[in-house]
């Protein structure tokens, strides 16, 4: 039998007269604060709107507060994954992302090393976009440009040790090429 609008607004106005306050004092024990107990009853009772009335019926009761500790399970679960952040640590803590000065020399110490990549050799500057920009093993540059894996190692260093040394006369201590392997 499928229920009509009318008779469904009228098992849920009934049920949410009869279990609201209980529901909230039981979700409030579990969780111990009025607010988040007010929002786990509410999804309880949205839960009981969309729910087929039919597995309800008769067994209103445990229902809803089967679906109101998990809920409130839920709920503890969640926060309990949440680190609860001391206000007064904010005014401590610097922002991850860099300054807009420091952002300026980044880029300017960016363009300078691409610049000196500019004037390697073309098989240095090959080897080395592959390494530094697509992140590839010497053995995979080795198999995509047809060099031995000893001549991608020679040629990645020989590079790198001449933009370190262009790059050093101009801008000493901007520019760190980590090691790479």
């Known amino acids: 039998m499928i229920e009509s609008q009318e008779t469904a607004a009228q098992r849920i106005a009934d049920a949410l007269a009869r279990y609201e ?8 024990g579990l969780l111990g604060d009025l607010e988040r107990a007010r929002d786990v009853v509410q999804e309880t009772f949205l839960q009981l709107c969309r729910a087929d009335p039919a597995p309800v019926d008769g067994h209103l009761a445990p229902w ?8 409130a399970v839920d709920v503890q679960r969640k926060e309990g994954r949440l ?3 001391d206000p007064s640590a904010l005014d401590e803590q610097p922002s991850p992302e860099p300054t807009p000065a420091r952002r ?10 691409l610049d000196v990549l500019g004037t390697l050799p073309p098989s240095q500057q090959e080897v080395l ?3 530094l920009q697509e992140h590839l093993s010497y053995q995979q540059i080795s198999a995509v440009t047809g060099l031995s894996v000893s001549h991608v190692g020679v040629l990645i260093h020989n590079g790198l040790k001449s933009v370190r040394a262009r790059c050093a006369g101009t801008r000493p201590g901007v520019v760190s090429l980590r090691r790479v392997r």
């Not at 306050?21 to 409030?28: M, V």
């Not at 809803?64 to 809920?71: A, E, G, I, S």
């Open 21 to 28: 306050g209980p529901l909230l004092r039981y979700a409030r």
């Open 64 to 71: 809803l507060f089967t679906v109101c500790r998990h809920r």
């Open 104 to 113: 300026l020399e980044g880029e300017d110490a960016l363009r300078e090393v």
């Open 129 to 131: 976009r592959l390494k």
């Open 83 to 85: 680190q609860p952040l």
